[in-house]
């Protein structure tokens, strides 16, 4: 939905963020081939699959970003797609190893903290998406933690 609101706005002529638009529709391909790909019976393997989909999806928005919008400014949905997706992917890669590596089928902390942290990045990630604000912070934070200023 945030993909088809950005092709509106730029129709529209009400914004015309190109950047927006493709982080838009790079995260709108992504979970919907995940979601058509997805099996009705959920299995523990599917965590790797959805880990893939979403390494996957950081690498095309970071390909993207360096091909297409190298010299503009940084959007904060690209920022918070990022974050997301890395955050989404290490959850990912957790349930992964404690569900199919381990085999472990009773659930504990890990899985009830995987379930809820993984809505809520979706959420803030979407609305990131529809917004392109820095809501809560995040682009800020990595531009001071990943700055480059040398001081002598």
């Keep these: 939905m945030a993909s088809l609101l950005h092709v509106s706005f730029y129709i529209l002529a009400v914004n015309k963020n190109v ?4 982080c838009a ?20 393997i599917d965590f790797g699959v959805l880990l893939a989909y979403d390494l996957l999806t950081l690498f095309i928005l970071i390909i ?3 091909f297409l919008f190298q010299q503009a400014v940084r959007q904060p949905c690209y920022t918070y797609c990022c974050i997301g997706l890395t955050i989404n ?3 990912f890669l957790a349930m992964f ?6 085999g472990n089928y009773e659930p504990w902390g890990l899985w009830y903290f995987y379930s809820s942290t993984v809505n809520i990045v979706d959420l803030i990630m979407v ?26």
């Design 64 to 66: 993207a970003r360096h």
């Design 127 to 152: 609305s990131a998406v529809i917004l392109n604000r820095d809501f809560i912070g995040l682009q800020l934070l990595s531009q001071k933690l990943f700055s480059t200023k040398v001081t002598a």
């Design 19 to 22: 950047q927006a638009l493709a």
């Design 25 to 44: 529709t790079i995260l709108a391909v992504s979970y919907s081939l995940s979601d058509l790909t997805m099996p009705v019976n959920f299995e523990a």
């Design 89 to 91: 992917a290490l959850l």
């Design 97 to 102: 190893t404690d569900s199919y590596l381990l």
